[in-house]
């Protein structure tokens, strides 16, 4: 089978497909058709070599990935052959808190990921998918709507009449954006493009901010907001953009922080916390129970995830070039 890895050193150059030998699942073990895959800014990271400088190589990238099941090992009784699947992103973590979420199990880094014709996983590590969704927007789930689901649902306690913030509109802002309409939420989302803000709004967002128009965006967000302050902030942009998202959200709301798009180091004013009351809050994906929480809500509402761009297997590193770019809006996916 082909598969696509980084090879002796890091960089995009040095993604490379090359053919290994397939195997066939041993006891509680399923094989898998991977028909699509999808990109996260980690994935990118983690291939440049910035996400872990000492990930051993060579590595097959990218954590998120769907398929069909082929071939199940003795003793698999949650899929079957022929199921519509996905493999979960820390494949040990299966429900509870983030204290349960082993950090050595994830895929795309440290261990091989689903940019490969077949994959071989443990049935604790598969989700089965809403009928209605493709293999491409099917493989957008795993890593960006988990973490949107996490980050405003299990995490967040989202409820109808909230007001959330959104940073961008990548994949995770725009998750965000659609499970705030299921949630019955409003949304805020930022961009630095009218077009992009225009798509956003025709998503549902009840209001959009051109920070580029708008430097001092938080300002703006709290005058949307009559001065109030938004319930949740889904913060992607890390160091660059946190003293503006604490500066957005309302007395005792919460700023969930899930990206590093800006940077991952700034000083921090621990006024802004003590005075009002917020919640500033890490987020690490999220388990297979909320995958599988979010995939019944997707189910029952018939949603559909935002694809920017389909890259074909062989185009796999422009892919990642075009993810680079940071023009997609939604998620960007390659087809196997």
């Not at 990930?55 to 022929?82: C, H, I, M, N």
């Not at 987020?283 to 890259?311: C, K, T, Y």
Request: overall charge negative.
């Amino acid at each position: 089978m082909k598969v696509y890895q980084v090879q002796d050193d890091f960089g995009i150059d040095n993604l490379r497909a090359v053919e290994r030998e397939a195997r066939s699942p041993g006891p509680g073990e399923v094989r898998i058709r991977v028909r699509a895959s999808s990109l996260n800014f980690r994935d990118l990271m983690t291939v440049q070599g910035s996400y872990n400088p000492r990930q051993k190589l060579p590595l097959v990238p990218l954590s998120d990935g769907a398929g069909e099941v082929l071939e199940v090992g003795e003793g698999v009784t949650r899929v079957a052959a022929g199921d519509h699947v996905a493999g979960i992103f820390a494949q040990k973590w299966l429900a509870g808190g983030a204290e349960q979420a082993p950090r050595g199990s994830t895929l795309g880094g440290p261990n091989d990921g689903m940019l490969a014709q077949e994959v071989v996983l443990h049935e604790d590590g598969v989700v089965k998918l809403p009928a209605h969704l493709s293999f491409e927007e099917a493989a957008t789930l795993p890593c960006a709507g988990v973490t949107a689901w996490n980050a405003l649902v299990t995490g967040g306690g989202i409820k109808a009449g909230d007001t959330v913030l959104l940073l961008g509109t990548g994949g995770v802002s725009i998750f965000g954006l659609q499970f705030s309409g299921l949630c019955g939420a409003r949304a805020i989302v930022t961009s630095s493009s009218d077009g992009k803000l225009e798509r956003a709004r025709e998503l549902g967002a009840w209001q959009t901010i051109n920070y580029r128009q708008n430097e001092q965006w938080h300002k703006r967000v709290q005058e949307l907001t009559d001065g109030r302050g938004v319930d949740h902030v889904v913060e992607v942009g890390g160091a660059g953009t946190l003293m503006k998202s604490l500066g957005s959200v309302r007395v005792g709301g919460t700023v969930t922080m899930i990206g590093v798009l800006s940077g991952v180091s700034t000083e921090l004013d621990v006024r802004a916390l003590l005075m009002r009351s917020v919640r500033l809050q890490g987020l690490f994906v999220g388990s297979r129970a909320m995958f599988e929480d979010m995939n019944a809500a997707i189910d029952h509402q018939g949603m559909r995830p935002v694809i920017d761009r389909v890259f074909d297997f062989e185009q796999a590193p422009d892919a990642f070039r075009y993810m680079g770019e940071g023009q997609h809006f939604g998620k960007i996916v390659i087809r196997h």
